[in-house]
């Protein structure tokens, strides 16, 4: 079967520290990741995506996906307390078949 | 830019009752999918259609239906309601590239409260 593990935290950041949110996936046919952001009662938003092993950066994120340790992580710069949410990391397969997601991590930037 | 649209956006109904909720796409997108996710929970994936036709079933009990008509949109449908049903539904659509898993983007979400 395939899981997605994400640590549920809360991950406690204060106001302006980076962010470290981590992700591993079993199965190794896993080809996309995505970062989702979602508030409490809201839907997820992507934030990230990714495809290939290394870093990509947007703005402030910076996902970084090592295939060989079936590991993903997004890094979150300046973290500001609007950034409070849950992050969930989802891994694809290939094409268009469904999201695999974790659990979540829930993320509280404190002012 | 146009996003998913979901309707409605809160529901109750009683215990057995019917209920039909509905999806728009992003105009385009070829791929639907339907996911439940309860408090506290992660989003679980009910099924998925790719041009009309379904494509992938998670788990989807058996009361709960759904279709992608010609102009895109799906629906869900869920009879004998029980309480454990009650929570968000939500939709995402995306645009199939063929190759890496495609971009998936989130509708508002239906909050059903069965009671």
């Known amino acids: 079967q395939k899981e997605v593990e994400q640590n549920s935290g809360p991950l406690s950041v204060p106001e302006g520290a980076i962010a470290s949110l981590n992700c591993t996936y079993s199965?190794?046919?896993?080809?996309?990741f995505f970062w989702y952001r979602q508030y409490s009662g809201k839907s997820p938003e992507l934030i990230m995506s990714?495809?290939?092993?290394g870093d990509k950066e947007d703005g402030r994120f910076t996902a970084q996906l090592n295939k060989a340790s079936q590991y993903v992580s997004l890094l979150i710069r300046d973290s500001q307390p609007s950034d409070s949410a849950t992050y969930l990391c989802a891994a694809v397969d290939s094409g268009n078949t469904p999201l695999v997601f974790g659990k979540g991590t829930r993320l509280s930037v404190i002012a | 830019a146009a996003g998913v649209i979901q309707s409605p956006r809160h529901l109750i109904k009683e215990k057995r009752e019917t209920a039909t909720l509905k999806c728009y796409p992003i105009p385009r997108h070829d791929t639907v999918y339907w996911y439940q996710q309860g408090p506290g929970q992660d989003p679980q994936f009910l099924i998925s259609f790719y041009e009309k036709m379904q494509s992938d079933k998670g788990s989807i009990p058996d009361r709960f239906s759904a279709q992608q008509f010609s102009d895109y949109h799906s629906e869900l449908n869920m009879s004998s309601l029980e309480l454990g049903d009650s929570a968000l539904y939500f939709c995402a659509s995306s645009l199939w590239s063929g190759r890496f898993g495609t971009e998936a983007f989130f509708g508002q979400g239906t909050r059903l409260t069965v009671v």
């Open positions: 199965d190794r046919g896993s080809q996309s």
């Open positions: 990714i495809y290939s092993n």
